[in-house]
């Protein structure tokens, strides 16, 4: 079966300072991978999606993730922050079922501070 | 339409009520998912369409849970005699090859 880690439930970071958000994975096939972004009262917006073609996913707004099949990872960053960066941020396994639902980690809270 | 619709986009209900929770998703999609997301948590599946068919509701938490959908159009989710613990924002998501999931607004429910 599938499932998603997120190993921080909240980040601080500094406007301007890079950000990580992490993200381990399980699952017995080659996943597809995504991250969302929520903010507050605001829908879930689709940052980026790895689909196993390049291992460096470039997304919206600057961010970017990197699968790592050998740590098993799929970490979300991002050079520089900025304070609408602001934000919940979810990783998702897509499973390999054929109904092809999502299934969520439990969200990280961007904190930016000026 | 241009998205994934819901409505309401907020329920307030009385505990012991039944609700319906309505979803418009993008034309052409024939997949569409329910979600529920409790305060501070991850998005949980209840339930998948493909077409009017419901090939996975293993996500659905008890028998007071129900949903249909009308061909490969607008879907309602019904929650009978509400509790406490429904309360939650109840997302909707259609898929399409192009792209990919989209999710609607959802409906925030509160059981008082």
């Known amino acids: 079966a599938q499932s998603v880690t997120q190993l921080d439930s909240h980040v601080s970071v500094s406007e301007g300072t890079p950000v990580l958000l992490r993200c381990n994975y399980s699952s017995s096939y080659s996943p597809s991978l995504f991250w969302y972004v929520q903010h507050p009262n605001k829908g879930l917006q689709l940052l980026l999606k790895y689909t196993s073609a390049a291992t460096l996913v470039k997304g919206i707004n600057g961010f970017e993730a990197e699968f790592k099949k050998s740590e098993t990872s799929f970490h979300l960053t991002k050079p520089s922050a900025h304070m609408s960066d602001a934000a919940e941020y979810f990783c998702?396994?897509?499973?390999?079922?054929?109904?092809?639902?999502?299934?969520f980690g439990q969200g990280t809270t961007l904190q930016v501070k000026p | 339409g241009a998205g994934v619709s819901q409505s309401p986009s907020n329920k307030v209900t009385e505990k012991g009520k039944d609700v319906e929770l309505r979803c418009d998703p993008i034309s052409g999609h024939t997949a569409l998912y329910w979600y529920r997301q409790r305060l501070g948590q991850g998005l949980e599946f209840l339930i998948y369409?493909?077409?009017?068919?419901?090939?996975?509701k293993s996500g659905l938490p008890s028998d007071r849970f129900s949903a249909e959908r009308t061909g490969e159009s607008v879907s309602t989710l019904t929650i009978q005699r509400t509790q406490q613990e429904d309360s939650a924002v109840y997302l909707c998501a259609s898929f399409g090859q192009n792209y990919g999931y989209t999710f609607g607004s959802g409906t925030r429910l509160t059981v008082v």
């Open positions: 369409f493909q077409g009017n068919s419901a090939p996975d």
């Open positions: 998702v396994v897509s499973s390999h079922s054929n109904t092809g639902k999502l299934i």
